[in-house]
């Protein structure tokens, strides 16, 4: 089975000043150009914010002189960046912070596609893959994505809990990376299935994924009544 995940040609050391545009097939660059089935890029700027905004991770891939590394991160995007944040003794903080070129990827899986031939097989998916150099974020816009970090994760919960004390502030790294260098990739539909293949007797079609919230789990020693935002969980994901 085969599926056309994200890819790109050139090292991920190469820098550029292109800016990711409203051009769905125009590349930002050299390394975001997508070869392998280039009919399903996508690199308008609407696309890479909707991928993004519907994820709650992403992996940042780097490497050091104690080689590669992938790491799964809690990620939110404020305006053309997208911001992670990690304990200030991470590799993730150093590593990252010494201007060490990163990718970022993130991907949606929405199904399995069954083609009448097992080589026909694929995925539906939406994919974005984004190349640069973190910053650190300080001072009150700190603080302030922090607060935008939680609206992310319950919209109004940063309103009611206990917010971060000077010592927990201090002792996070919150980083950011521009999103001016990206692809996306996406694939929808059913099976592209051979001419001689059609008349098989095999099933094709597609098994579909969603994220699906499930009914709020109440910690047992709570005592408050579930806010709006706990009593609609299921309703608005």
């Excluded at 997208?82 to 304990?87: E, K, P, S």
């Excluded at 700190?142 to 994760?153: G, N, T, Y």
Aim: proline letters at 5%; one cysteine or more; charged letters at 20%.
């Amino acid at each position: 089975m085969t599926s056309d995940a994200t890819t790109t040609t050139a090292t991920a050391t190469a820098t550029t000043s292109a800016n990711i545009s409203s051009d769905k097939k125009t590349a930002p660059s050299e390394r975001t150009q997508v070869r392998r089935i280039a009919e399903n890029a996508d690199y308008e700027q609407a696309t890479l914010y909707a991928i993004i905004d519907d994820a709650y991770l992403c992996h940042v891939a780097f490497a050091d002189d104690k080689g590669s590394h992938c790491i799964p991160t809690a990620c939110w995007r404020e305006e053309n960046y997208l911001y992670i944040h990690a304990a200030n003794p991470s590799r993730l903080a150093k590593v990252l912070l010494q201007a060490t070129p990163a990718c970022v990827a993130i991907t949606h899986l929405d199904g399995l596609v069954l083609a009448r031939a097992a080589f026909n097989h694929s995925m539906n998916y939406r994919s974005a893959m984004i190349y640069g150099v973190f910053e650190r974020v300080e001072g009150e816009h700190k603080e302030a994505s922090m607060e935008a970090f939680m609206d992310k994760i319950a919209a109004g919960r940063q309103q009611q809990a206990r917010p971060g004390n000077r010592a927990e502030l201090a002792g996070t790294t919150v980083m950011r990376i521009a999103l001016n260098e990206a692809a996306c990739k996406m694939r929808s539909g059913g099976p592209n299935d051979d001419e001689e293949d059609m008349a098989l007797p095999v099933w094709a079609g597609v098994l579909p994924f969603a994220r699906q919230p499930l009914p709020p789990i109440a910690h047992e020693a709570n005592i408050q009544d579930a806010p709006d935002y706990v009593r609609d969980w299921c309703q608005t994901k």
